[in-house]
């Protein structure tokens, strides 16, 4: 049988670099994405240690045709995309009176439009072949709310509006929509969010990690990012097909409070 394709947005990096050695070892082959300098290096690499087939786009999510191209080409390169994951996504933090209009937009076009664009460009294949798994990577702020991040919250609960309209119109065409929603997780994103409480708050990291971060957590410590591959690898496979439409905490317990 032929692999199965994924695509990982954001997959240079972070918690996506995670799902795609996932991916990898379960013997996928993966469509590698991200604006990462050394992202045809990790895709030859992991090419030559998992025997699979892999492909990488630069494309900048903020440009809509970028996206449409990466997509038509990774179709005509690997043959399809039979999973998607929308995994690419930034942060500002600022309060509201001075958030930047264009932080706003760029968060909202990065976390959020590009995974309309995305879904929608994958939408009529997977249709015609009557299978096909969307997974976004939301967020705990995609169901609570925390200050200073008015742009990545609103993103957030948005990715989950859309997860849920791609549940119902896939329902019939065997295509799933799920939205992961990881507590913190120590990647380059959050380790900007350490050094930058460090500075405005004049505080160590310990601190940050205790009385900020993981505050948020029941359980006090990072989620580890192969948490959230596993739950991702499993809403990929066969036997998740009845799971559609859902937003599946990865948070420590945060959502328990
Ligand atoms: P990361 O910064 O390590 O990786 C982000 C990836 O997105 C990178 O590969 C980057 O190149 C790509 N990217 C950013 N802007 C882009 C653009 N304009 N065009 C193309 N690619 C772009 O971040 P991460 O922590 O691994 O986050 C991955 C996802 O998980 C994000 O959606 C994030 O919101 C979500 N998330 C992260 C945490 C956490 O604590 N780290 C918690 C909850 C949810």
């Not at 290096?41 to 090419?47: D, M, P, V």
């Amino acid at each position: 049988m032929k692999a199965k394709v994924v695509l990982i947005t954001g997959s240079t990096s972070g918690i996506g670099l995670e799902l795609a050695g996932t991916f990898a070892r379960a013997g996928f082959n993966v469509v590698f994405h991200g604006l990462e300098p050394d992202g045809a290096k990790i895709a030859r690499q992991f090419a030559e240690e998992f025997h699979i087939q892999t492909f990488y786009s630069s494309a900048n999510l903020l440009v809509p045709s970028e996206i449409e191209l990466m997509i038509a080409d990774a179709c005509s390169e690997l043959g399809s995309v039979d999973v998607l994951v929308n995994n690419a996504g930034i942060q500002f933090v600022s309060p509201v009176e001075d958030f930047p209009l264009d932080k706003w937009n760029d968060i909202l076009s990065v976390n959020l439009s590009a995974a309309f664009c995305t879904s929608k460009a994958v939408w009529t294949s997977m249709k015609d072949k009557k299978w096909g798994r969307i997974i976004n990577i939301a967020s705990a702020h995609g169901l609570q709310a925390s200050e200073f991040k008015s742009a990545y919250v609103a993103s957030k609960h948005g990715l989950i509006g859309l997860t849920k309209v791609l549940a119902l119109e896939g329902a019939e065409f065997g295509i799933t929509a799920n939205a992961i929603c990881p507590g913190y997780v120590k990647t380059p994103l959050v380790e900007k969010q350490i050094a930058d409480l460090m500075q405005s708050h004049n505080i160590s990291e310990q601190e940050v990690l205790q009385k900020i971060m993981l505050q948020k957590h029941a359980i006090k410590e990072f989620v580890s990012p192969d948490a959230i591959a596993a739950l991702a690898l499993f809403l990929a496979s066969d036997q998740a097909s009845m799971i559609t439409g859902a937003s599946l905490p990865v948070d420590g317990g945060w959502g328990a409070q």
